[in-house]
């Protein structure tokens, strides 16, 4: 097998280009799609026979959930690369998609919250679900915290592999702890065996919204991986370089 | 091996333990990571008498009785048992018949007494239309989602 272009693309000056040339594409298709899903979702999409217009909030709260989970996988994967192949390029992506998870986490909890008052009774309740998602954006934070706790940046992204590799054992217990243990959240609708338990005409929106946010989550990495490079990489030809090109001066530190 | 491989191994290990570790931990303390107790569990006295606790279940059709004020009796379901239950209090808006709710209180003389009672909705979302046509949907959620902690603990 041929292993040129993934040694080409974990090279830092090539990954700066070739992030540089895809954001702008991910960044303007998870707009044009987010626009299409909030529009079909809030607007077109009929209310819902029981929580009326209230379960319009899934728009926002599934796909805010779901890269929440995915985020911390490609945090850990990310970090798993860092440690055994000693990679910049992955210490980068690591550091740059911590606090992109967060906010999604965060939001997926504040917009559950909002949800759970009106249709439940309470915003918050201590069940498996909720109380693993919080674990969730702890696990974040702790990465964040811990990286900016050391000076040396390689040490610190090796630290916070561990850490992402250690809290990854929690993502499966918030993806199924609906299904093992009795919980005040429901099941899950559209990522299950069988059919979703959703009428289209209220899924395709939110489909598109899922796209969407990962899209958009994809070009915030990319651009935060670009700018951890070349923070890391300041002291290097290439980093110098592009500096000259761009017209500033020659010194980036 | 090289000390790539090492580390490749470590990190394997490392993922393997803790799974490992998870899986006996919560299958251990199964019990204490249910968020509340169905109908099975106290007729089958499972539990402690007088003991504080949540119950899930759904508010059985046909078993709603408003009383003086904001007083209701109504009977809760899980796929085998049931148990009547007394609340005064606010409810929340999706409750009705049908809908599967969890009640936090304790038994009094073979009734449940309630002081908080909150709704649990299932995942299923359709318009009204739709619910309309799918007799066995509109206002009837499915028992699977209320497990017995007693049974899930064997």
Known sequence: MNWTWFHRLGSPPSFYRFAGRLAPWLGGLGLLLLAYGWYAGLVLAPPDYQQKDAFRIIYVHVPAAAVSLSLYVLMALAGAVALIWRMKLAEAVMVATAPVGASFTALALVTGMLWGKPMWGAYWVWDARLTAELVLLFLYCGVIGLNAAFDDARAGARACALLAIVGLVNVPIVHFSVEWWNSLHQGSTILKFGKPAISADMAWPLYAGLLATYCLCGHAILRRAQNELLLRERNTRWVRELATELGGGARVS | ?154
């Open chain 2, 1 to 154: 091996m090289t000390k790539r491989q090492k580390r490749m191994a470590a990190v394997a290990a490392l993922v393997a333990g803790l799974a490992l570790a998870a899986v006996f931990g919560f299958t251990a303390f199964r019990k204490n990571m249910m968020y509340f107790y169905t109908p099975t569990d106290i007729v089958e006295h499972k539990v402690a008498d007088n003991a504080r606790l949540r119950l899930g279940g759904l508010v059985t059709v046909g078993s709603l009785k408003r009383g003086d004020g904001l007083n209701v009796e109504f009977t809760l379901a899980d796929c085998e048992k049931s148990l009547p239950v007394r609340y005064d209090g606010i409810l929340p808006d999706l409750f009705r018949e049908g809908q599967g709710i969890v009640a936090t209180g304790q038994m009094k003389d073979g009734v449940f007494v309630a002081d908080e009672v909150l709704a649990k909705h299932d995942e299923n979302y359709m318009p009204p239309e739709l619910a309309k046509s799918l007799k066995t949907a509109d206002g009837r959620h499915s028992c699977a989602p209320f497990k017995s902690v007693m049974q899930a603990a064997n």
